[in-house]
């Protein structure tokens, strides 16, 4: 099954903690995003990636760093100089290349720090 | 980035009825997509539809691109269809085409 995986579902860290969250996608895309969403609220952009070793900051990429060695991986660390971690993170992908600009999401990581 | 006001905010309906959300932006687009998020938070894609007409089973979706608008149609509403719809809009001329959400629209069917 093609599709977009990101792990762990929950995650609990304590202030002054770095995490990093993964996200896998096996759709042969080559575009890759980083996604935050607020309680009531719609999804801002982080980071985006349109090919392997390149990525661009989006609204929001103030406290968060990204890498993508491998098409297929986009991790994001969330770092202890982001203001307000706590939210739901959702990672998507796209396939610009093959004429498509659709872009299909996963199922989201849910960060809690205290 | 580009404005994205989608109405109306909530939306309570009887099971069976019909309905229609709006998504309102602020210029000039070449992707537009519906998705409904579950309860789970999943978002799940409805419809790209940067611009014409698309149907999928009780869903349609419109957009009117010159117009900047574009409507969600739910007929014969189901309890499985609550949850929140989200439309989204990108500009981008090449490569990655990033997303601008409006703030959802929350839909609650009752039986």
């Known amino acids: 099954d093609g599709g977009i995986t990101q792990s762990p579902k929950y995650l609990f860290r304590k202030e002054g903690q770095n995490v990093t969250l993964s996200c896998e996608q096996n759709?042969?895309?080559?575009?890759m995003y980083w996604y935050r969403q607020d309680p009531g609220q719609g999804l801002r952009l982080i980071y985006y990636?349109?090919?392997?070793?390149?990525?661009q900051k989006g609204d929001i990429a103030e406290g968060y760093s990204v890498s993508r060695e491998k098409k297929e991986s986009f991790p994001l660390t969330v770092t202890s100089a982001q203001k307000n971690p706590t939210a739901f993170y959702l990672c998507?992908?796209?396939?610009?290349?093959?004429?498509?600009?659709?872009?299909?999401f996963g199922p989201g990581t849910r960060l809690t720090v205290t | 980035g580009i404005q994205v006001e989608q109405s109306p905010p909530d939306l309570i309906l009887q099971e069976g009825a019909n309905s229609t959300l709006r998504c309102n932006f602020s210029?000039?687009?070449?992707?537009l997509q519906w998705f409904h998020q579950n309860p789970w938070g999943q978002l799940i894609n409805l419809f790209y539809?940067?611009?014409g007409t698309k149907q999928n089973g009780r869903l349609s979706a419109t957009t009117v691109a010159t117009e900047r608008y574009s409507l969600l149609y739910i007929s014969s509403s189901q309890t499985t269809d609550s949850g929140v719809y989200f439309c989204?809009?990108?500009?981008?001329?090449?490569?990655?085409?990033?997303?601008?959400f409006g703030t959802g629209t929350r839909l609650t069917v009752i039986p």
């Open positions: 998507a992908s796209s396939n610009p290349q093959g004429g498509s600009y659709e872009q299909y």
């Open positions: 759709l042969n895309h080559d575009a």
């Open positions: 990636s349109q090919i392997v070793n390149d990525f």
């Open positions: 210029d000039s687009v070449n992707n």
């Open positions: 539809i940067p611009s």
């Open positions: 989204a809009v990108a500009q981008g001329l090449t490569g990655a085409n990033n997303l601008f």
